[in-house]
């Protein structure tokens, strides 16, 4: 084997018998650290920046984004003008099949998914030749830029793609636009949304650098680093900087990583190997890491358990804690895109015309469903077309006596 500490000749001075006039005292003695603590670097609050740590490196938040986005997209969609039912309608075609490219299940989940990671979702409409809605596209939120209007309402929305850019303008008597714009609620901002990544950034940072962490130290054949203490019997053996970040490479690339995992440290003259050792306890961020995905899981408002988060005692079974996404989150997140949609784009078609989803077809609230149909039921003092009314379905003729 190649002797590694002859290689560095320049790097010790006593063993060649040579003397560099360059020296630089440490403050602290002979004392190389390894590793260094520095400051925390915080991810940037853009959407890309956001994404991609936030999403895309975190099974967290992907879990809950698209539970959330996946189940408000499998609700189907039913259409009411006047409280009749309609069950085809040029409305419900364009909902079911937005886009030659996209159909109705896929646009609900994108524009919602988009929703969920930057506080903001864009759809724009497509008309055909008569002015009427032809197809729906959902925009990316990072190509969007709202030009702020005088009285409130946007003067424009700017969509730029690969340097083209495109102005598409809002009615200033109406407020009605081409693009329809979502967002989450920003206590900052008057024209976007705040994404609840914003709100769990610092728990999405440490939960990734925990990760991070375990994996340079497996990486590391499971040990931390040490410090290499130079000269502790002779105070006059100095090294330079160069020196030290010679040595500090070489001790690196031999004896860090898998593959050199228990490789033996040789040492030569005034030279003393310090590890820095960890507790198992420290060694243990299986605690910390599930701090942190409670956080970010309640940031979206997921139950702990639904994105795999164990210990969290707040809900008694799976069935409840899919009740309560439902309940909490999914629910009101639907109700605010249904009445975007009728705000929107209903009146384009007709007047009178109102969507909603039908909720009596999501199996996880079957429990809550039975329980208010059996108490409408034994409601004596209730009128059969009131019982229908409160379960949403048409009177009939002769329904109005008890």
Known sequence: MKNYFKKL??????????????????SVGKLIALNQVGRPQWTPRQ???????GYQKHIIVYRAVSSIARAAASVPCRLYKN????????????LHHPSPRQ??????????????????????????????????????????QILPGASGVPQAFKYTVNGTKRHLNVDPATGWSHVLHLKLFHPLNDWYGMSPIEAAACSINQHNTVASHNLALLQNGGRPSGAL??????????????QRQELREDVRGLYQGNDNAGRILVLEGDFEWQEMGLSPKDLDFIEGKSMTAREIAQAYGVPPMLVGVRG??????????????????????????????????????????????????????????????????????LTMNEKRHAVGYVPLANGDQV
């Open 9 to 26: 000749g320049n790097v010790w001075p006593k063993l060649n018998g040579q003397k560099k006039n360059e020296e630089k005292a440490s």
């Open 47 to 53: 959407y890309d920046a956001l994404t991609a740590e």
């Open 83 to 94: 409280d009749e039912e309609l069950l085809s309608h040029p409305l419900l075609t364009l």
């Open 103 to 144: 159909g109705g299940s896929a646009f609900v989940e994108a524009v919602l998914s988009y929703l969920l990671l930057a506080g903001n979702s864009y759809i724009e409409i497509v008309s055909d030749m008569k002015g009427k809605p032809a197809e729906l596209y959902p925009l990316r939120p990072d190509r969007i």
């Open 229 to 242: 203490m130079v000269g502790r019997n002779d105070r006059s053996l100095n090294l330079t900087d160069e």
């Open 312 to 381: 969290d005692a707040t809900f008694s079974n799976y069935r409840e804690a899919r009740f309560h996404l439902w309940e909490d989150t999914i629910l009101p997140l639907l109700d605010y895109f249904t009445d975007e949609l009728n705000r929107w784009l209903a009146p384009q078609f007709e007047p009178g015309l109102r969507l909603a989803h039908d909720v009596d077809r999501i199996p996880a609230l079957a429990q809550r469903r039975e329980e208010a149909w059996s108490k409408i039921a034994n409601a004596s003092f």
